[in-house]
């Protein structure tokens, strides 16, 4: 029995593990990672050193211990170039140095003026066709102005937006012969003064008169003084509702030259104002011809011929005795 107590009992066999090796990360991919970028960033390094000349060293090396220096300096090295490596720059056609910036061709940039100019009348056509439409608003949205709307005509020139004010038989806008403005054409005027003070154009001011001769007695007063007074009366209550004095380039008189109606010459409507908006080629021309004339230099007057010497008596011819 006790025999067979002993065949029965367990065995246990413990192993032992050899050379083991404890848990870890994977911190060191992030190193070696870090150690190759180093690496390829010195070799990098060490190709521009190689490849770049003696005196683009020097450059580089000047610019860091004096930047402002340099760069006021400009030249080689002094940043002048948007690369480092032979040639660089903008021109990879070079072999050697940098390329300065006033070396290289600058793009050049064409322009058709004559569209442009034809654009830019366009504007400021659709501009004046704006401004005739406000000063038809402005009239008709006042009762006392609409009254007048008969002796006001707007109409687009070659110059420009055209304003005309005409007399008519009982309601002039000045007495005969005289250039003092009506009372009820000031508050018109005024108006108008204030719708043409918002757009820069330059204004011309013409005065006309009909055909009827004028004249003050000796003191040679004519329709030409008389137009040219009634214009400059006009502008006077146009700068009274707020158009500014220098908005006004010209300001003339033409007495009977332009009639309005030629089979008429004495008519009423002959009588008027113009109040042109001129475009800018009008003002061009203006100045134009302002200039002009201020250089043109005067005419050369001849130089007077010396007088003939006159012949002394012994040779004169002596009549016959």
């Known amino acids: 029995m006790a025999g067979d107590a002993k065949k029965l009992q367990p065995i246990i066999i413990k192993k032992i593990k050899k050379g083991g090796h404890a848990a870890h990360g994977g911190a060191w991919k992030i190193a070696y990672a870090d150690f190759v970028t180093a690496m390829m960033a010195f070799f990098l390094l060490m190709w521009l050193l190689g490849s ?36 660089g720059g903008r021109d990879l056609s070079r072999e050697t140095g940098q390329v300065k910036s006033g070396e290289t061709e600058s793009q050049k940039r064409t322009f058709n003026l004559r569209a442009l100019k034809e ?81 820069p154009n330059r204004l011309t001011l013409e005065g006309h008169t009909d055909a009827q001769p004028f004249s003050a007695g000796d003191r040679g007063y004519s329709n030409w003084e008389l137009s040219a007074d009634r214009a400059n009366a006009s502008r006077r209550e146009l700068i009274a ?15 009977s030259s332009k009639l309005l109606d030629s089979k008429q010459p004495d008519s009423p409507i002959n009588r008027r104002i113009s109040i042109i908006v001129m475009n800018r080629d009008a003002e061009d021309a203006v100045l134009k011809n302002v200039q002009d004339d201020e250089e043109t230099p005067p005419p050369e007057v001849p130089a007077a011929q010396p007088a003939e010497v006159a012949k002394s008596p012994s040779s004169l011819p002596t009549k016959p005795r």
């Open 241 to 255: 509702g707020g158009l500014p004095e220098a908005r006004t380039l010209r300001v003339q008189g033409l007495a």
């Open 119 to 199: 654009e830019q009348r366009k504007a400021e056509r659709a501009r004046l066709e704006q401004l005739k439409t406000k000063v038809e608003d402005v009239l008709a949205s006042n009762a006392k102005l609409a009254a007048l709307g008969g002796q006001i005509r707007l109409d687009m020139t070659k110059e420009g937006l055209r304003i005309q004010i005409v007399d008519e038989g009982n309601r002039p806008m000045f007495d005969s012969g005289s250039a003092v403005v009506k009372p009820y054409m000031h508050e018109l005027l005024h108006e108008l003064g204030a719708v043409l003070s918002e757009v």
């Open 52 to 87: 770049t000349t003696e005196g683009d060293k020097k450059g580089i090396a000047d610019y860091f211990s004096s930047p402002l220096k340099i760069a006021m300096q400009g030249g080689s090295g002094s940043g002048d170039s948007s690369s480092l490596v032979k040639g």
